[in-house]
C-alpha cells in the first residue's frame, strides 16, 4: 500500500518557521509530481506549492501569499519531500496536506493528485 506521511506541523507565533516533511513508501516521488495543499478551517482544499515532474519540473506557487515564504523540496534518498514555511501568519493556519500524482494541474495538484496523505495542522498564533 502507497503511504505519504506528512508531519512536522504545531503551533507557531506570527512570523515563526516550520518545516514540514512527507515521507513516502511503496512510491519513488522522484518519478510523480509531488504537491503541497492546505485546508484552512472552514475552507475549502487549496493548492499551495507544487513540484511538477513534466516539463522543466520546477516548482510552481499556488497560493499568492506564500511567495518569498514557502519553498519546496525533495529528498531521493529519504524519499520525502518538504515544505520549509517562513514568517508565517495566522492566515496560514490550516492542516496541510502532500500528495503525489501525474501532475499539478490548474489547481495545484488538489484535483489531480492520485496519493495523499494525512495532513498535519499547521496552528499560527497572532
Known amino acids: 500500500e502507497v503511504q505519504l506521511q506528512a508531519s512536522g506541523g504545531g503551533l507557531v507565533q506570527t512570523g515563526g518557521s516550520l518545516r514540514l516533511s512527507c515521507a513516502a513508501s511503496r512510491i519513488n516521488l522522484r518519478t510523480y509530481s509531488v504537491t503541497w495543499v492546505r485546508q484552512p478551517p472552514g475552507k475549502e482544499r487549496e493548492g499551495v506549492i507544487c513540484?511538477?515532474?513534466?516539463?522543466?519540473?520546477?516548482?510552481?506557487i499556488y497560493a499568492d501569499s506564500v511567495k518569498g515564504r514557502f519553498t519546496v523540496s525533495r529528498d531521493g534518498e529519504k524519499n520525502t519531500m518538504y515544505l520549509q514555511m517562513e514568517n508565517l501568519d495566522p492566515d496560514d493556519t490550516a492542516v496541510y496536506y502532500c500528495?503525489?500524482?501525474?501532475?499539478?494541474?490548474?489547481?495545484?495538484?488538489?484535483?489531480?493528485?492520485?496519493?495523499w496523505g494525512k495532513g498535519t495542522l499547521v496552528t499560527v498564533s497572532s
Open positions: 513540484i511538477n515532474n513534466r516539463g522543466a519540473g520546477g516548482a510552481t
Open positions: 500528495g503525489a500524482g501525474p501532475g499539478c494541474g490548474y489547481d495545484g495538484g488538489v484535483s489531480s493528485m492520485d496519493y
